[in-house]
């Protein structure tokens, strides 16, 4: 079985990923990030977990037309006005709940929090990739189970970066 013929599915901590890509100095153009899941890895079924803030709406529409679908996950507003809805645990939930369904899992993180993730899928042979967005910052806790399965984003601004089309 060819990787076009397998069931793929990719996993997507959103916020692990814009953080990571805005400290390389670029802003990530997620509707081409989304072609890249499917003309680079197969990925079918591409999740984008996501804390929800209501005055998103548009840009969750957005995602949605670009292919992903998305997991919610409810936000706290902190004292000093800041956003916080860590999507850690829908997204090993959802890769678990899917994992019949699926043939290999690309997840998209560098954070340690997806270790035993990581690990698990790997052991039994449903990691297709673990794709890091930021070569210089993610957890050496994900190196040991995926150090051939590593793709990082770091050299793909040309292909992935957002331009804005306003002048």
Not at 66 to 93: H, Q
Not at 151 to 166: A, E, G, H, T, W
Request: net charge positive.
């Amino acid at each position: 079985m060819t990787s076009a013929d397998k069931k793929i599915y990719a996993f997507v901590d959103s916020q692990n990923v814009n953080l990571a890509i805005n400290s390389l100095g670029w802003k990530l153009d997620w509707s081409r990030f989304r072609v890249h899941l499917r003309d680079k890895y197969h990925v079918k079924t591409a999740y984008l977990f996501v804390g929800f803030v209501p005055t998103n709406q548009e840009l969750y529409t957005f995602l949605q037309q670009a292919g992903f679908v998305l997991i919610f996950k409810p936000t706290l507003v902190l004292p000093d006005g800041g956003v916080k809805g860590n999507v850690d645990a829908e997204l090993v939930l959802q890769a678990m709940i899917d994992y019949p369904d699926y043939d290999q899992a690309v997840i998209v993180t560098g954070d340690g929090d997806f270790y035993c993730l990581v690990k698990y899928l790997n052991d039994n042979h449903k990691l297709n990739r673990l794709l890091v967005p930021n070569e210089k910052r993610y957890s050496m806790l994900l190196k040991p189970f995926a150090a051939n399965k590593i793709d990082f984003m770091n050299n793909l601004k040309k292909k992935l970066q957002y331009v804005s089309s306003r002048k």
